[in-house]
């Protein structure tokens, strides 16, 4: 009899958190912010693949902004060389983030990094798939448009990617009157 009452409450446990993620299933919309975070140790400059702070990227980009800064930017299609950083958040109730570094060089990407702060295993294996591949995606494609299919089968982290990239479109955009 125990027994039998055991897997009617799992049972109906299961169907709850079934339901509940459901529900919660359209909650996760990817977010993108110029980082400033507890996740990074900006102090004012970026960090290059070979440890060296880069202090022209740190004026040539307002990447250390905060949120509202990236929404009053506008896309205007020509783009300033730097190093911009943003944290895209994503998963059913924003539990997962990542880091992306995108280099721009002559309107182009020319080099690019993502550091995973994954909730799950299974996040971290999706992350670190896409990390380990995106490169090979983006380098050397222009930054005006791109937007990517789903790298790695990392279907979630790569819409917080594709939602990073509009921000540093607009973090990386010469100001209107200069665009023209």
Same mark, same amino acid.
């Given at each position: 009899? =125990?027994?039998? %009452?055991?897997?009617? !409450? ?7 958190? /079934?339901? !509940?993620?459901?529900? #919660? ?17 900006? !102090? ?6 070979? &440890? ?9 980009? /307002? ?5 509202? *800064? =990236?929404?009053? $930017?506008? *896309?205007? &299609? ?12 994503? &998963? ?24 995973? %702060? ?7 294996? %999706?992350?670190?798939?896409?990390? /380990? ?6 380098? &050397?494609?222009? #930054? ?7 790298? $790695? ?12 990239? *509009? !921000?540093?479109?607009?973090? =990386?955009?010469?100001? $209107?009157?200069? $665009?023209?």
């Amino acid at each position: 009899m =125990a027994q039998s %009452h055991t897997i009617r !409450t799992t049972a109906a446990t299961l169907a709850l958190l /079934s339901a !509940t993620g459901a529900l #919660l299933a359209g909650c996760g919309e990817p977010q993108a912010v110029p980082m400033n975070d507890e996740f990074t140790s900006n !102090t004012g400059g970026s960090e290059s693949s070979n &440890g060296s702070t880069d202090a022209q990227s740190n004026t040539n980009n /307002s990447a250390k902004g905060n949120a509202g *800064d =990236a929404s009053a $930017a506008q *896309d205007t &299609g020509v783009y300033k060389d730097g190093t911009y950083d943003v944290a895209g958040q994503y &998963g059913p109730v924003g539990e997962d983030t990542i880091d992306v570094h995108v280099t721009v060089q002559s309107g182009n990407i020319s080099d690019v990094s993502i550091v995973g %702060h994954p909730f799950t295993s299974i996040s971290k294996e %999706h992350q670190d798939n896409f990390a /380990s591949n995106i490169g090979a995606v983006v380098i &050397g494609k222009p #930054l005006k448009g791109l937007h990517v299919d789903t790298v $790695a089968g990392a279907s979630w982290t790569t819409e917080a990617f594709n939602t990073a990239l *509009d !921000t540093v479109r607009q973090q =990386a955009s010469e100001p $209107a009157e200069q $665009a023209q």
